[in-house]
């Protein structure tokens, strides 16, 4: 058990290492890693040097054992719903896509938001009848709103404007979604919600939530090194939006 967790904490904190040297810093998520790793050195001195066993409350470690069995239990159901929507791309013919933003750079869309608006745009060219909304309010650290950066990306894949809908006060999937509904027939038109695929779930259920009554999700791909971050970090969304009456 404690070569396991000795693992663990090097795989742990080398992937907090790594998702610093893939993105240029640490992102206040990506310390969930740092502190799993921290977390997973400290039982193995514990059980090494037996103060797990010899000074630990028996109460107290059998509650604990509970508590992380019910953990990944709760972890293990919400991963299956977040990859359930993983290959969804929805029927031909769509009235609207919404189009969730994310990061806009100096430069750009980032890479995530532009594998959005890249399997929205394939959508648009096949579909010519559909018109898009992209979504997305103005962060502190963004040039533009997520909303304009998307319009301008779309327009230089060839999409037509008169066919991009803005709506740029928004600020997370939530209103994405009930902001992006004023812009449309949310009850006649049918609707689909483009995201990566680890957040497609989610979007989804929060759409029918806000009374989307023709929706299904369409994903994208996610960026392959930062995969088990994102999903890690939709599974707390996941949680967040649920207990809020989100979803």
């Not at 953990?71 to 719903?81: K, Q, T």
């Not at 997305?136 to 909303?147: I, M």
């Not at 009554?213 to 970090?233: H, W």
Request: glycine share 12%; with cysteine; aromatic share 14%.
């Amino acid at each position: 058990m404690c070569f396991v967790l000795l693992l663990l904490g090097i795989i742990f904190i080398g992937y907090f290492c790594g998702i610093i040297f893939f993105t240029g810093h640490a992102g206040s998520f990506s310390f969930v890693w740092l502190f799993l790793g921290i977390g997973a050195f400290i039982m193995c001195i514990l059980l090494k040097k037996k103060i797990w066993h010899d000074r630990i409350p028996f109460w107290f470690r059998r509650f604990f054992i509970v508590l992380v069995c019910l953990g990944g239990i709760l972890f293990l159901v919400v991963e299956g719903c977040i990859v359930s929507g993983f290959s969804k791309k929805g029927p031909s013919g769509l009235d609207y896509l919404v189009v969730l933003g994310a990061q806009i750079k100096a430069g750009g869309p980032s890479r995530a938001l532009q594998y959005r608006l890249d399997e929205a745009a394939g959508y648009l060219v096949e579909n010519p009848d559909t018109k898009v909304i992209v979504s997305g309010g103005q962060g502190a650290d963004e040039p533009v709103s997520e909303a304009q950066g998307m319009h301008d990306y779309l327009v230089e894949k060839g999409i037509a404007p008169e066919r991009i809908l803005m709506e740029d006060q928004s600020r997370n999937t939530f209103q994405n979604l009930v902001f992006s509904a004023e812009l449309l027939d949310k009850e006649a038109d049918s609707v689909g919600v483009v995201s990566n695929n680890f957040h497609v779930f989610r979007a989804e259920k929060i759409a029918r939530k806000a009374g989307y009554q023709n929706v299904c999700g369409i994903a994208a791909k996610g960026e392959p090194f930062l995969q088990y971050n994102n999903m890690m970090r939709e599974f707390f969304g996941v949680l967040k939006d649920f207990l809020a009456g989100n979803m």
